[in-house]
T-cell receptor, first 117, second 115 residues
Framework: GAVVSQHPSWVICKSGTSVKIECRSL??????MFWYRQFPKQSLMLMAT?????????EQGVEKDKFLINHASLTLSTLTVTSAHPEDSSFYIC?????????????FGDGTRLSIL | AQSVTQPDIHITVSEGASLELRCNYS??????LFWYVQSPGQGLQLLLK??????LVQGIKGFEAEFKRSQSSFNLRKPSVHWSDAAEYFC?????????????FGKGTRLSVIA
């Protein structure tokens, strides 16, 4: 159990395009989802925490108008990279936690590799 | 706030040899502790977790980890490494607070396995 599906797995698009990434918890309800960005050979950088039905909490330095997060249901959160530019190219990973307790592990999607030309 | 240190950036072991990956944490109380593994181009897979009770935790793929409060450590071990274990390993710590706080990850240790 605790499967998280992330789609698409790889996106290549032109500069100025907006890209939407979906994160779904397939077999559990996720009150909270997390979005991370990972640069090559580096650890995960938390971008934002997304709670169902409320606005996301962004980490310092992350532009909320650039990275729009919507968590409309207990099984789906989306990250939209608006007007993407080459510097937004990265590996984006979502994570979901079952229920509302911190003693539950975070389960991760397989990531989305975003390449902006 | 909690923090995690993985002192080893890269470790190379021979196939069949034993493995120990180090993890030290900083937190004012007993934290929740996790080890994840990431293969290239993939997301993170949970190997094992510690919440309370027995300080030696068994995980998937033959991994185990031991929580040592006196050393603020949660080292990951495997008695015999397989070539398929080559990956990036992340230690993570969670706070024992109410509400959904994200895990804090270490910088990772890359494991290479040689024949």
């Amino acid at each position: 159990g605790a499967v998280v599906s992330q789609h698409p797995s790889w996106v290549i698009c032109k500069s100025g395009t907006s890209v939407k990434i979906e994160c779904r918890s397939l077999d559990f309800q996720a009150t909270t989802m997390f979005w991370y960005r990972q640069f090559p050979k580096q650890s995960l950088m938390l971008m934002a925490t997304s709670n169902e039905g409320s606005k996301a909490t962004y980490e310092q330095g992350v532009e909320k108008d650039k990275f729009l997060i919507n968590h409309a249901s207990l099984t789906l959160s989306t990250l939209t990279v608006t007007s993407a530019h080459p510097e937004d190219s990265s590996f984006y990973i979502c994570s979901a936690r079952r229920g509302g307790s911190d003693n539950q592990p975070q389960h991760f999607g397989d990531g989305t590799r975003l390449s902006i030309l | 706030a909690q923090s995690v240190t993985q002192p080893d950036i890269h470790i190379t072991v021979s196939e069949g040899a034993s493995l120990e990956l180090r993890c030290n944490y900083s937190y004012g109380a007993t934290p929740y502790l996790f080890w994840y593994v990431q293969s290239p181009g993939q997301g993170l897979q949970l190997l094992l977790k510690y919440f309370s009770g027995d300080t030696l935790v068994q995980g998937i793929k033959g991994f185990e980890a031991e929580f040592k409060r006196s050393q603020s450590s949660f080292n990951l071990r495997k008695p015999s490494v397989h070539w398929s274990d080559a990956a990036e390993y992340f230690c993570a710590v969670g706070a024992r607070v109410s509400g959904n706080t994200p895990l804090v990850f270490g910088k990772g240790t890359r494991l290479s396995v040689i024949a």
